[in-house]
Structures are given as structure tokens and as C-alpha cells.
């Protein structure tokens, strides 16, 4: 395969696909948008040969990484391989070509389908209900945030302004608080990298609305004094949210609802197989304890008798925060892939998620420092520290000649270049033993030569990337990358 990327503009003008001259009216676009967004110097537009496109579009997807060309380890991400079989259901025509109108007596075995897995996350969590709305994690946790607002304010608490948050937490919870207007507050980690329990007494007051926690952490580390966070927060009157991006873990074996939170967030795409990243689209259902219940966004899915139909009386809610019922697609997959593997396959997938994850901890140890003690649950996170900063990132660049996806690199911000390796269950044994050794020798060549990989990465289809010119200056469209190039 040629890698090689041509710009589409780049490719000289031929003849495309001829569709004739249009036979309707011209439209004024002006009757429709407002003057200051409509564009003239948008063409003319190059025609290019069918062949052309297909083949630049066929050579771009060959360009990507992903989870279904090679061993995907990114922390937090849970990029495991997700069976096709769900695709293939969720693409069935009645399900994916349902309009979001259609009549409720013609949609009855989607309305049903919501229903029931909503009742299957409840379980699986230990709540007692789920809004499946929210298109991802950071929605649900904005949701979350939301839903602990109304919870304070519905008994005239109005005063809780206060959200805690461990140092070692993903950045969308204290972002997820700020935008639901929470002054944000860290809890510091101990020694064994969990919630200081005594940094958390001394934070918890009046003004404490609630706290959030990922558990296992983004060290990938049980949070063994779960039971006695969740004591101090509540009896300060706050409510504990937990996000459960990392669900793979517990999922069949522990849940939230018994640990004591009262409002989680799952992460559809990741536990329940639909493909993480990319863009989505994903879902991030919420689930509360009883006494939330009435404050759950509209609609939800109610039952009269054997009839299903969408629920909008609910005058405590926070309202409708997603159109309609969510990403409708994604809850197809995670309710096939409940349906199939059952509650011992659930068990199953916990299982092997920590077990392989303890399995390449223990390898990596060898030659790499491990945050924590082991054991730990679905991921865990090494330091190369001791090769000096910036070496997390050479290692990342060594990884790609090497056939494998970096692991997430520089988070959590607590560890000093910090690889947060998550192998999940999906992993043969061979994979995880050549991605060790892999590793290992990566590491070896470091400790020789700092600059043993300056120019890696050498075999990808692009070389090192500006990666924070392209965060801060994107190039969005075509057209600009054309201009760029100029
Ligand atoms: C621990 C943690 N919390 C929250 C999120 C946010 O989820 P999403 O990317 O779906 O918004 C992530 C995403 O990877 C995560 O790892």
C-alpha cells in the first residue's frame, strides 16, 4: 500500500460523476440563512475521477489505527474489540431506519428495547433507574451535576456550591462541575495513590454539594476505602457521583449502587461494545439511587399495561438535555452484548480484563516503575521518570515502529511520565508477551541512548506530528488545508 497523502485538491482536475443539469428552481440561499454566513469563494469545486476519490479515501482509511489492525492499549479508553455481530444488529432496518417521530405504536420494540436496558444497567450498577439520553461520558457527568443541583435545591440547600474532586481524576469531571457552575475543589491522593481520607475530612463542610470518584482510579487501583469516603460525604449532606469509565472492571462483580454512590455515568463505548474514540457518536447513560428519581431528564421510556411510550410528565426534572432519546444505535449494541454474553459473561469480561491487565503489570514492572501496589484492577500506570522528561513520549514513538498504539502517555498528571497501559479482555496472551517485549527493549535502548528514537516514529504513514499546533490551530476543512499549502 501506498501511504503516501495527497491533499484531494492536490489530485489534477478530471471528469467525475455527471449528474445533468439540475431540472429544479434555483434556491435563494439568502431566504434561509442570514447574508454574513453565506460563502462565495467556496468554488468552483475541481471535479475529480471516481477512481481517484475512492482510492484517496480507500488510502486514508488504510493510514488509521485502530483496534481492529493492531493492540490498542490506551488507558482509560478500554479499546477492546467489539463483536461485529453487534454492528450487524444494530443495523438491522427496523432499528436503523426508525425515524425519531414515528408514531409510539410504531416503535414499540425500540421503545421496548430502551426500557429493558435501562433496567439491565440499573442492575448492573445497583440504582434504581438510568436515563439513557446523554451522548457520552462527559454529558453524563454534566447530567450528574445537574441532577445533584436540583437534588440540593429541591430541599432549599442552596448553599452547596462546592464540588470535591481527587487530584488523580480524568479532566472532564472538573470541567463537567464548572460548567454546572461548581467551584471545584481537589482531594489529595495518599501514598498508595488513593483518596486521602483525611485530606477529605478536612474539605467536607456545608458548602460541599458532592464529590466525584472513578473507581478503580486512573491508576487503575481500587479505591479500598470506598465505603468510608461514601460515609463522610453523606453525612456532610453531599451526594457521591461516580464515573464509570472504567466499568470493565467491576462489570458482573461489584457495583456502585452497593458502594454507596448515588449517581453514576457509564460509558456505552467502552464496557458494552461500541468502538471508543474516533468522534463517536457513544452514550453515557446516568444512573441515580431512589431518591433522584424524579429529577432524571426527559423523556423515559414508561410501560402501561404492555404498552411502551415516552414519558415527559415529570415536573421535577432538569429537563430534556439530548433531541430525543439518545444515540439510539449505540444502545442497540450494549443491549445485544448483554443479551449474549449474560450475567456470567459480564463476570467473564471483568475477569480477564483485570487478569490481563495484572499480567502485563507484572512483566512491566520487571523494568519500569508501577504506580501502586499490585494488585490492580483493568489498567495500570508506569513511569519512565527515571529516563528523564520528556522519555514517556519517545517511548510512545518507539511503540508505533513497533506495530502497537501508544498507551495514554502524561496522564494522570500525579505521575511523572506516566504510561497508563489498559491491555483489556479481548488481548491474547501472545499479544500482551510481544507488546512486553516490545516494551522492554524500547526501554533498554533508552537507557543506552536518550536519543536512541528521536525520529520514530519511521515505519508509520506520517512522521512525529506537531500535536500541539494542531490542538491550538486545526485545519478543519480541505479548503484551508489547500490554502495552507499554497
Ligand atoms: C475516567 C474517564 N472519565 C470520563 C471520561 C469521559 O468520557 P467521554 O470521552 O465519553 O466523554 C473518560 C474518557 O475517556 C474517562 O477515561
Request: proline fraction near 6%; hydrophobic fraction near 45%; charge should be negative.
Amino acid at each position: 500500500m501506498n501511504y503516501e497523502y495527497r491533499n484531494i485538491f492536490e489530485i489534477p482536475c478530471g471528469r467525475g460523476f455527471d449528474a445533468g443539469a439540475a431540472d429544479t428552481p434555483d434556491v435563494d440561499l439568502g431566504e434561509f440563512y442570514p447574508e454574513e454566513f453565506i460563502r462565495d469563494d467556496l468554488g468552483p469545486l475541481c471535479d475529480v475521477a471516481e477512481a481517484e476519490v475512492v482510492r484517496h479515501y480507500t488510502r486514508l482509511a488504510a493510514m488509521n489505527f485502530g483496534v481492529d489492525t493492531g493492540f490498542y492499549p490506551l488507558g482509560s479508553c478500554t479499546m477492546k474489540y467489539n463483536p461485529k455481530v453487534n454492528e450487524e444488529v444494530a443495523n438491522l432496518p427496523g432499528f436503523a431506519a426508525i425515524h425519531p417521530y414515528a408514531a409510539g405504536q410504531d416503535a414499540q420494540g425500540a421503545l421496548k428495547l430502551i426500557f429493558e436496558l435501562e433496567r439491565y444497567l440499573a442492575e448492573i450498577c445497583g440504582m434504581e433507574a438510568f436515563t439513557l439520553c446523554p451522548a457520552a461520558g462527559a454529558h453524563g457527568e454534566l447530567v450528574g451535576m445537574l441532577l445533584t443541583r436540583a437534588y440540593h435545591g429541591s430541599r432549599g440547600d442552596d448553599g452547596r456550591n462546592v464540588m470535591l474532586i481527587p487530584d488523580s481524576a480524568h479532566g472532564t469531571n472538573p470541567a463537567s462541575a464548572r460548567m454546572a457552575g461548581f467551584d471545584v475543589v481537589a482531594v489529595a491522593s495518599s501514598d498508595e495513590w488513593l483518596i486521602d481520607l483525611g485530606d477529605l475530612k478536612k474539605k467536607l463542610d456545608e458548602r460541599v454539594a458532592g464529590m466525584m470518584v472513578t473507581n478503580p482510579n486512573t491508576l487503575g487501583l481500587f479505591e479500598l476505602e470506598i465505603l468510608d469516603v461514601a460515609k463522610a460525604v453523606h453525612d456532610a449532606g453531599g451526594l457521591l457521583y461516580f464515573d464509570g469509565a472504567n466499568l470493565n472492571a467491576l462489570v458482573g462483580r461489584a457495583r456502585p449502587g452497593d458502594m454507596g454512590f448515588d449517581i453514576c455515568h457509564v460509558n456505552l463505548h467502552k464496557t458494552f461494545s461500541t468502538p471508543h474514540g474516533g468522534g463517536g457518536p457513544g452514550a453515557g447513560p446516568v444512573g441515580v439511587a431512589e431518591r433522584l428519581v424524579d429529577f432524571l431528564p426527559v423523556p423515559r421510556v414508561a410501560k402501561e399495561g404492555e404498552e411502551y411510550f415516552l414519558d415527559y410528565d415529570a415536573p421535577a426534572s432538569i429537563g430534556q438535555i439530548r433531541s430525543f432519546v439518545g444515540n439510539f444505535g449505540v444502545l442497540v449494541k450494549a443491549y445485544a452484548y448483554i443479551r449474549q454474553l449474560g450475567a456470567a459473561g459480564l463476570r467473564e469480561v471483568s475477569a480477564a480484563a483485570v487478569l490481563n491487565a495484572n499480567y502485563l503489570r507484572a512483566k512491566v514492572a520487571k523494568f519500569l516503575e508501577v504506580a501502586g501496589t499490585a494488585p490492580c484492577m483493568h489498567e495500570f500506570v508506569a513511569s519512565s521518570a527515571k529516563f528523564g522528561r520528556g522519555s514517556a513520549g519517545e517511548i510512545d514513538k518507539a511503540l508505533i515502529d513497533a506495530g502497537f498504539h501508544p498507551p495514554t502517555t502524561y496522564f494522570p498528571l500525579v505521575v511523572h511520565e506516566a504510561l497508563m497501559i489498559e491491555p483489556t479482555e479481548t488481548e491474547t496472551k501472545e499479544t500482551l508477551d510481544a507488546f512486553a517485549a516490545a516494551l522492554e527493549k524500547i526501554v533498554s535502548d533508552l537507557s543506552a541512548d536518550a536519543n536512541a528514537y528521536k525520529g520514530a516514529p519511521l515505519r508509520a504513514p506520517v512522521r512525529r506530528l506537531d500535536e500541539a499546533g494542531a490542538a491550538r490551530e486545526p485545519i478543519l476543512t480541505q479548503m484551508m488545508a489547500k490554502g495552507a499549502g499554497e
